[in-house]
């Protein structure tokens, strides 16, 4: 059976991906800060697909030595480095440095960790697929998102230089830059009033936001054999965000 791992497979994208990957035949283990949820969210994955072995284990990865075992577990054909954390939505001026550096371990650090974990494996057996999470933020200018928008362009450029480095050697590297996606924690921003989920779906091209079975839906095409030419390359999920370069609401 092909194995996968997801980061941060407890919720949102995370667990999406990890759904579609069951439905393609892997068995998926969802690995998350939160043990607990991680446990759960793989019990649902067996109730659904009965009789596949998918796991939930708890895993920091910010740890290296954690990042290291969990890596080691299986001989994983897939790996989706989703884990993140939101950043602060404050202006720069009164950004803290210790938020800041945090943003950029998770997400930066955490997704270099993984891969170069998983990508032993990958790289010994020859045949491998990562994706990796950037954000419309690492691509274009998001105004209060330094420490965020700075992680996921980092995310990029390493998505590239991965993918260079390691295509002779049968491993695809491949990232999706997703908009604003309707998850719990976009809820949680507009809630608070850090985002407003109006103005977004105006700005947007299709009128809404993306959901997170798009998102999972070009994250398993990536990791797909369909995508076997493919390495490399930034997609944006995104209802045309980044193609809009005219004034005013892009959307009526």
Known sequence: MREALVTGGGDGIGFATALKLAEAGYRVTIADLDGEK?????????????????RGIACDITDEARAAEVSASAAFDVLVNNAGIGDSHL???????????????????????????????????????IVNLSSIAGLTGLPKRNAYGAAKAGVVAMTRAMA???????????????????????????????????????????????????????????????ASGITG????????????????????
């Open 164 to 226: 260079c480095e390691w295509a002779g050697q049968g491993v695809r590297v491949n990232a999706v830059a997703p908009a604003f996606v309707e998850t719990a924690l976009v809820k949680k921003l507009a809630d608070a009033g850090r985002v407003d989920l109006p103005t977004i779906r105006r700005r947007t091209p299709i009128g809404r936001l993306i959901a997170a079975e798009e998102v999972a839906a070009a994250i398993v095409f990536l990791a797909s054999p369909e």
């Open 233 to 252: 390359i930034v997609l944006p999920v995104d209802g045309g965000w980044t193609a809009f370069g005219d004034f005013g609401d892009a959307s009526a």
């Open 91 to 129: 202006p720069t001026l009164e950004q803290g440095l210790d938020a800041f550096r945090k943003v950029l371990d998770v997400h930066l650090a955490g997704t270099f960790l993984m891969s170069r974990e998983v990508a032993k494996g990958m790289v010994a057996r020859g045949s491998g697929a």
């Open 38 to 54: 991680a446990v759960e969210r793989a019990a649902q994955l067996r109730q659904i697909h009965p009789g596949s072995p998918h």
